[in-house]
């Protein structure tokens, strides 16, 4: 965000409504001197981790900017060097700086609207109201039906500790 960009409301997104983070988030990518999303797969999580996978999404989201960082602040307290750009992690960094809470919005209102999306194609498992977030309906669902390609299966979705259904 530019340095002179001031706005209320933006905030750390889990701090915001849904309706707060879609209302900033169309403020957010035309005032940003640049922009950029990136995504990784459940695959890829299943096999590098959240946390890498998580990098790699910043990193994606890096190369994909129109404009090269001079700098890079991440929310944080972990991150992996990206080409020669200077970087700082930053513990609870969406409280603390425009840009980073900007950049949260826009993560989780792209990740939402990926989220609802799958729900048009497996309704049964009420992403549209849990945003994949392991609700009991969610997990009763997987219980029911099973898992999509969509699910991380290296994570405990049961909530029982165990990593396999035995499907």
Known sequence: MPLSFHNEQLNDSKQLT????YTLRPIIE???IAWAVGVTTSE???KINILNASILAMH???NALKVVPE????DGNRFKPYEKI???TIVKGDG????IAAASVLAKTYRDD????????????GWQQNKGYPTKQHREAIRLYGTTPYHRKTFNLLGDGQLSFGF
């Open 96 to 99: 603390k700086y425009l840009s």
């Open 71 to 74: 700098e890079l602040i991440i």
């Open 86 to 88: 200077p970087y700082t």
């Open 44 to 46: 890829e999580i299943d």
């Open 114 to 125: 990926y989220m609802i999306k799958l729900a048009e194609e497996y309704p049964m498992y």
């Open 30 to 32: 035309q005032e940003a």
């Open 18 to 21: 849904e309706h707060q983070r």
């Open 60 to 62: 994606r989201a890096i």
